[in-house]
Nanobody, 115 residues
Framework: QVQLVESGGGLVQPGGSLRLSCAAS????????MGWYRQAPGKQRELVARVTSGGSTNYADSVKGRFTISRDNAKNTVYLQMNSLKPEDTAVYYC?????????WGQGTQVTVSS
């Protein structure tokens, strides 16, 4: 069984920063990729950022230059540093990992950007 525990969401003013963390545990031998997705009300879930086991990253165009994804392989943890946050970044953010058995999702953490 695989568990993903997310933390770091909350309420922040426009222009502010937040750091999300997601720790994976359980029956995991190796993680191929780790990423963050988000879903705003009335919208489909979308990829925010993703990092492979080799360190390659990709970002949604809307967050390039503002968000940075990183991972600590020893801790099976992925981070998302979010700077210069905008109201349109408001969403539930979900952690995702890809292992040999498939995709696994966290429970989601709310990020609200509002003055």
């Amino acid at each position: 069984q695989v568990q993903l525990v997310e933390s770091g969401g909350g309420l922040v003013q426009p222009g502010g920063s937040l750091r999300l963390s997601c720790a994976a545990s359980g029956s995991i031998s190796s993680i191929n990729a780790m990423g963050w997705y988000r879903q705003a009300p009335g919208k489909q879930r979308e990829l925010v950022a993703r990092v492979t086991s080799g360190g390659s990253t990709n970002y949604a165009d809307s967050v390039k230059g503002r968000f940075t994804i990183s991972r600590d392989n020893a801790k099976n943890t992925v981070y998302l540093q979010m700077n210069s946050l905008k109201p349109e970044d408001t969403a539930v953010y979900y952690c995702n990992i890809l292992i040999s058995r498939g995709n696994y999702w966290g429970q989601g953490t709310q990020v609200t950007v509002s003055s």
